[in-house]
Structure formats: structure tokens, C-alpha cells
């Protein structure tokens, strides 16, 4: 800036005296090409300050969206989590359940075998006795036939002849 104010204040002396020096001239001409460029990176850079801004609010706003986006997975997470959490324990509660059951139908299973067992013991034993009684049946019979024909004969003797 200060070089600009002493440029315009010798271009200004220069006017007034009119002396116009070729490098004065030249150095005019810079003087405005320089303007030139410096407005133009100016707006550039007030440009690129007002891109960066805009970036820079995109950036929070993704970030905003990001962390919203973050919080309702971790919810919707947490409530998967929960209801399987729920659904392990209905299933371990069902499961502890259903193995209480098979343990009283083994027990009844078990008691039914012994039960099948002693009946078949049993079953066993009345065929023999059963087999023991029909022998003696058959002892009693032919004892009896012999003593039908004993008494038959005793009868036949006692008898008077006629």
C-alpha cells in the first residue's frame, strides 16, 4: 500500500509538472496490472474463502448426520440385542422346560422297564408254578382213575354173585 501512495503521489507531480517519463509509464502500467491481479486474486481468494466455508459446513453437517446416523444404529443395535437377549431366554426357559419333561418321562420310563421287568419275573414264575399245577393235575387224575378202578374192583368183589 505504501508503495501505491508514493507511486500515485509521484504520478500525481509528474502529472502536474508533465514531465512523462517512458519508465514512469511503464511503471504506471504495472502499477495497474498490479491493481488488476490483486482485485482478481482478492475475489479469488474471497472465493475460495467462501468455498472453504461451504465445505466447511458441509463437513458439520455430514459429521451431524454421521453421529445421528451412529446414535440410531447403536439403538437399533441395542433393541436387536434386547429382543435376542429376550428370545435366548424364552428358548433357554422352554429348553430347561422341555428337559425337566424328558427327565420325568426317562424316570417314568425307567420306573415302567422295572415294573415290565418284576411283571415279566412274575409271568415267568406263574408258568412255572402253572406248568407244577399241571403236573399235579395229571398226578391227581391218574390217582384218581386208579383209585375209580380200585373202587370199581372193590365194588366187583363185594358184590354177591348171582
Not at 117 to 133: H, N, V
Amino acid at each position: 500500500m505504501k508503495h501505491a501512495v508514493v507511486l500515485g503521489i509521484v504520478a500525481a507531480m509528474m502529472l502536474i509538472t508533465g514531465c512523462e517519463n517512458p519508465e514512469l509509464k511503464t511503471c504506471r502500467q504495472d502499477n495497474q496490472l498490479l491493481e488488476a491481479q490483486t482485485a482478481s486474486l482478492r475475489q479469488e481468494l474471497a472465493q475460495a474463502r467462501t468455498t472453504i466455508q461451504q465445505k466447511e459446513d458441509q463437513i458439520e453437517k455430514i459429521k451431524t448426520e454421521n453421529v445421528e446416523m451412529q446414535q440410531k444404529a447403536m439403538e437399533s443395535i441395542m433393541s436387536m440385542l434386547k429382543k435376542e437377549e429376550d428370545r435366548a431366554k424364552r428358548l433357554q426357559t422352554a429348553l430347561t422346560e422341555k428337559e425337566q419333561a424328558l427327565k420325568a418321562e426317562q424316570d417314568k420310563t425307567a420306573e415302567l422297564e422295572r415294573t415290565v421287568s418284576q411283571s415279566q419275573q412274575q409271568t415267568e414264575k406263574l408258568k412255572t408254578d402253572l406248568a407244577a399245577a399241571a403236573r399235579t393235575i395229571e398226578t391227581l387224575r391218574a390217582d384218581l382213575n386208579k383209585a375209580n378202578q380200585t373202587i370199581e374192583t372193590l365194588k366187583s368183589q363185594a358184590e354177591p354173585t348171582q
